[in-house]
């Protein structure tokens, strides 16, 4: 089994998924004719982005903790398909809720993407790209994002 190619096509999903809520966004600020108008769940997603791709460039140009173990000298900590994903694909959980009216539909997506999350990771250490603790340092600062941006929607939505 390709495992590089399965997380590839699953990291790939997950910009898919998260092209959706781009989409949304970009249809609330033309028809609200406002960026303040548009959701605040939306807006603020572009927090924790930032973060994933600032953490990428500091691990990968700038401090090199680990090389990934199949021998390609390239750096490996922290593992970014799975930050990036997990990043997303949780995002995309908490986000659910507010846009998808079906209970059943919004559980199921969730279900897919925990599939999906668990997946990735095992598919980075199988397919000798990555070490477990490169998976469990992209886990971690996909749940540094995620929790940062859940504590400022929350607060900013009993504002």
């Not at 997990?86 to 998808?100: D, E, G, K, R």
């Not at 897919?112 to 886990?139: E, K, P, Q, T, Y």
């Amino acid at each position: 089994m390709n495992w590089d190619l399965i997380s590839d096509i699953i990291l790939i999903a997950s910009f898919a998924l998260l092209g959706v809520f781009v989409i949304l966004g970009l249809y609330q600020l033309f028809t609200r004719k406002s960026l303040f108008k548009v959701d605040h769940r939306l807006l603020w997603m572009i927090l924790p982005l930032a973060l994933m791709v600032i953490i990428y460039i500091v691990f990968d140009k700038l401090i090199v903790l680990n090389v990934r173990p199949n021998g390609s000298g390239e750096a490996s900590f922290p593992s970014t398909h799975v930050m990036v994903a997990l990043t997303i694909f949780s995002l995309i959980a908490l986000n659910l809720p507010y846009y998808v009216k079906s209970r059943l539909a919004w559980t199921s997506l969730d279900l897919a993407m925990l599939v999906l999350s668990v997946l990735i990771c095992a598919g980075r250490i199988l397919s000798g790209m990555h070490w477990w603790s490169d998976v469990l340092g992209g886990i971690v600062f996909a749940m540094i994002f995620v929790s940062i941006y859940y504590l400022i929607t929350r607060r900013k939505h009993h504002v």
